[in-house]
């Protein structure tokens, strides 16, 4: 392969050449898990890894911890779109190459600046077909200095499966993760948390459009770009035991898919799309009406990046193939991919199959940690919460699954002191909406963030932006935790765990509350005047007084909570 050269940089190296944790443009990166010095801790390595796709580059610099977690210190991402034209010509275009290493050339300056210890680059579909891919790969390390490792599909399929199981709980049943490239797709099947088959099959949604769709995007064509998948499928292995499994999606086509019907749900608030779960019929419905729109009628599509127009057809065809010859009901969106598969390769360590629950569970706990809340008091409120829930709940047309909601949205109320006092519970909404959270879905993420955010003040108003986004079953619940959060929080009002059980009773005209006071406690005076001051939002649902009782059997006497925003 001969290019004209790009403007040359130094060649990359894995040693640091600036202060470590600096950003390119001189800006403190965010260094999790790193020492004041910004470098990382013992225990955290900081690696860099880079994927040269078929459609995209990405870039991730992390440090990654000797248990497998991984927190982003930056990210950064090109679209040359390697794979164009390989299956016409044989090779890689001057242009997208040429674009390519100036890409991998920003690409390594920045991991350089950020002090990694180590630089992980992998190529993919679009070099690996490609006759002068190893010719690509030799400029590449001329330029840049990196040396850039082409792997197999099979090997694409492991640090996707890989990713999943960092970020999803695996450890129960068969699991399809299901990665869509530029040129090719991804499977790994795995049972109980083990890989059983990897495969990789040339149908990315850039080859499938200049395969199948380049002329006219038109039912008949994408039934015949479905029907050659399917093909392949049953050529490949036995479908008969992966009917019904579950299935991860990673991959631009799949995070389109979610943010085009988060969208069309009204959620503008979530931040990112990961956990979000997509069913079969919702992803051939939104497939029907972008069939029908022209590439320039889909650039305005809410949702849906506008550099993916001319190619999410195929690749939301190939999704929904797999899903509907596999009796697929639903896959969960996978925000990460074969980067973070890399980093845990290149760490040396490998996630753990968990428990459903236990990694969420984790995840919250982590995130509070790094707030440096206050633990005793969240903790307590935590368990005063879910105690109400379970008295309550249902009565108050709670579900089942708002259990955890509340518990986690309990545990993360007052991380919003990581910012200031003034308006913290505003500030722990904003915290829990942006937080990377495992085993929440972006729904129940804004709708936990909500909760948090009504523990004190003003209860949920129409007049709210973040509240008035959400849809009305959204709302219910929000009203429905956030008055059992208010009333657990104010059981605590001085922080010292005075209140360790809340007895309650039903009345035909009022619902009463007796807290069980700790033994060492001197006095439950503030705590219930806290609790009846913030049961404000609790009566409004229930329509009949809700009356904290005092040691002398009587309601304690109290004005409303502040209605201040």
Not at 145 to 165: C, H, Y
Not at 311 to 326: C, D, Q, R, Y
Not at 391 to 401: K, M, S, T
Request: charged share 25%; proline share 5%.
């Amino acid at each position: 392969m001969s290019l004209p050269s790009p403007r040359r940089r130094p060649p990359a190296s894995p040693q640091p050449v600036a202060p470590a944790g600096r950003t390119n443009a001189g800006q403190p990166a965010a260094a999790h898990g790193a020492g004041a010095s910004g470098r990382p801790s013992d225990d955290w390595r900081r690696i860099a890894a880079i994927d040269i796709g078929s459609n995209s580059i990405r870039a991730i610099v992390a440090d990654v911890s000797n248990t497998g977690q991984i927190r982003t210190v930056d990210e950064m991402k090109a679209a040359p779109r390697l794979s164009t034209g390989v299956d016409e010509t044989g090779h890689l275009s001057v242009e997208s190459a040429l674009s390519a290493i100036e890409a991998l050339q920003r690409m390594a300056t920045l991991a350089m600046q950020l002090g990694v210890e180590r630089i992980e680059c992998v190529a993919t579909s679009a070099v690996r077909d490609a006759t002068d891919g190893p010719a690509f790969v030799r400029q590449v390390k001329k330029s840049t200095g990196l040396t850039v490792r082409v792997i197999s599909g099979e090997d694409e399929a492991r640090l996707s499966f890989r990713s999943a199981q960092a970020h999803f709980d695996l450890a129960h049943g068969r699991m399809v993760t299901c990665d869509i490239g530029g040129g090719s797709v991804e499977l790994a099947l795995s049972a109980d948390g083990l890989v059983e088959r990897l495969l990789s099959m040339p149908f990315g949604a850039i080859r499938a459009t200049e395969n199948y769709l380049s002329k006219a995007t038109r039912r008949g064509t994408v039934s015949k770009l479905r029907k050659a998948l399917r093909e392949e499928i049953r050529e490949r292995f036995a479908v008969k035991e992966w009917r019904g499994a579950g299935m991860i999606g990673s991959g631009g086509t799949f995070t389109n898919v979610a943010d085009m019907l988060l969208a069309q749900q009204g959620i503008t608030a979530a931040r990112t799309v990961h956990g979000k779960v997509v069913r079969r019929g919702e992803l051939e419905h939104l497939l029907d009406q972008l069939i029908e729109m022209s590439p320039v009628e889909r650039l305005v599509v809410p949702g849906l990046n506008p550099a993916r127009a001319d190619i999410i057809v195929a690749g939301m065809a190939v999704a929904a193939e797999v899903m509907a010859f596999l009796d697929i009901r639903a896959f969960q969106t996978s925000a990460y991919g074969i980067r973070e598969g890399l980093l845990l390769e290149a760490a040396e360590v490998s996630p753990h199959a968990t428990d459903p629950g236990e990694g969420r569970r984790r995840s919250v706990q982590q995130f509070a940690e790094r707030t440096q809340y206050e633990e005793p008091h969240a903790k307590h409120v935590q368990k005063i919460a879910l105690q109400l829930f379970d008295a309550i709940g249902v009565r108050i047309g709670c579900a089942p699954e708002d259990r955890d909601t509340l518990r986690d949205a309990a545990l993360l109320h007052d991380t919003g002191y990581h910012i200031s006092y003034n308006d913290h519970h505003k500030h722990s909404y904003h915290l829990i909406v942006h937080a990377d959270l495992l085993g929440v879905s972006p729904e129940e993420q804004v709708v936990m963030a909500n909760v948090a955010r009504y523990h004190r003040g003003a209860v949920p108003k129409d007049k709210h932006p973040t509240f008035a986004v959400l849809t009305a079953d959204q709302q219910a619940r929000v009203r429905r935790l956030a008055a059992l959060l208010r009333v657990a929080d104010g059981f605590d009002r001085g922080h010292i765990g005075a209140v360790q059980q809340v007895k309650v009773r039903w009345t035909e005209r009022a619902l009463r509350l007796t807290p069980v006071p700790d033994l060492r406690a001197r006095s439950t005076r503030l705590e219930l005047w806290g609790a009846s001051r913030k049961s404000d939002l609790l009566e409004k649902l229930l329509d009949i007084p809700v009356l904290v009782i005092g040691p002398d059997g009587k309601p304690v006497e109290s004005e409303p909570t502040d209605s201040v925003d």
